[in-house]
């Protein structure tokens, strides 16, 4: 059963071979959902590595290592954090019913609020990306940053948080992680984050914000998702994911 999550939890958080799990429950999704921020952890070393190695090429090329960094973690993605971004906000753009505004999601296109959506996101996770390279701490930023944005997950679904609809992702995780385990998973990120900060000599309290924020946000989306679609989905996942990383690098930068 934890190869099976471990194999989740890369098959469905990135584009990364995990092999396909033999089962998949509730009780694998739910470990799945825990391990989320190890495989952000993962994620955000090779984006790591990609914006140290143009900085040092480039020294005076912040921009660009920044947009690479931003655009590796949303490859290794696979871009399905995006898509579901996109999908919930042209679902809460619609004003809809809870019924039409689940049928907006499971369409495959992408209207103006969800280009809106993911334009917007990335503009500021390659700004706040590039203020961070210019005072010292690029790839600390990215790793901290999509660690933590993955942190989102275990909250978003704890044991409050029911499913949205039957079938798909959400129906897999949704109420599985109770909020003990989500806490013990918080204070793991938090003393690894606050450990990055440290030795790479990065502003401690800035990644400490970082993670309360990026908790903060799993609340905010869940608690929207629960009263506009009465639960969560896999692209409310997606969308939690992807507003945590922004929000993350903003109080790394500003930190």
């Known amino acids: 059963m934890k190869l099976d999550s471990v194999r989740l939890a890369l098959g469905t958080l990135t584009v990364l071979p995990a092999g396909v799990p033999t089962r998949v429950d509730r009780e694998v999704g739910k470990r799945a959902m825990v391990l989320a921020p190890a495989v952000g952890l993962l994620v955000g070393g090779l984006a790591a590595a990609v914006v140290a190695v143009v900085h040092l090429i480039r ?3 912040d921009l660009l290592a920044a947009a690479l960094g931003v655009l590796v973690v949303a490859g290794l993605s696979g871009g399905l954090h995006l898509d579901g971004m996109a999908d919930f906000a042209d679902a ?3 004003r809809r019913d809870r019924e039409t505004m689940l049928r907006i999601m499971k369409q495959s296109d992408i209207g103006p609020f969800g280009v809106v959506a993911i334009v917007g996101v990335l503009i500021l ?3 706040a990306l590039t203020a961070c390279l210019q ?3 690029g790839w600390q930023a990215i790793l901290i ?3 933590v944005s993955r942190l989102t997950l275990p909250w978003s679904c704890r044991t409050s948080v ?3 609809r039957p079938g798909g992702l959400g129906s897999y995780v949704a109420a599985t992680v109770r909020p003990i385990t989500a806490t013990f998973v918080s204070v793991v990120v938090l003393a690894v984050v606050l450990v990055l900060s440290w030795l790479s000599s990065a502003h401690v309290i800035g990644a400490a914000a970082a993670v309360l924020l990026a908790v903060a946000v799993a609340f905010v989306v869940s608690r929207r998702a629960r009263t506009a679609l009465g639960g969560t989905t896999g692209d409310v996942l997606g969308a939690t994911v992807e507003l945590a990383l922004p929000v993350a690098l903003l109080a790394l ?3």
Request: proline share 10%.
């Open 253 to 255: 930068a500003l930190g």
């Open 135 to 137: 005072s010292g701490r």
């Open 92 to 94: 809460l753009a619609s």
């Open 125 to 127: 996770d390659v700004a």
């Open 59 to 61: 020294p005076d090329a």
């Open 162 to 164: 029911p499913a949205a």
């Open 145 to 147: 940053a999509t660690t």
